[in-house]
């Protein structure tokens, strides 16, 4: 949490990685729940969202409940 607080303060894009192949050891749910939790200490910064591991899980195979 200390490295997430001190990127709030960084004059900076923040990305965020979601690994959408679940390898990470988190479910996309997980990941977009840990994203939502953080996401309000960057409102004044660029924020880029990056689906990472598309090789291993294609974006047209993943359930729609994930991608809400």
Not at 48 to 56: H, R, V
């Amino acid at each position: 949490m200390c490295s997430i607080t001190a990127l709030a303060h960084l004059r900076a894009a923040v990305l965020f990685f979601l690994d959408i192949s679940g390898s990470c050891g988190y479910t996309i749910a997980q990941q977009a729940a840990l994203f939502h939790s953080i996401k309000s200490l960057f409102m004044n910064k660029p924020l880029i969202i990056i689906c990472n591991k598309a090789d291993l899980q294609p974006l047209d195979g993943i359930s729609e409940e994930d991608m809400n």
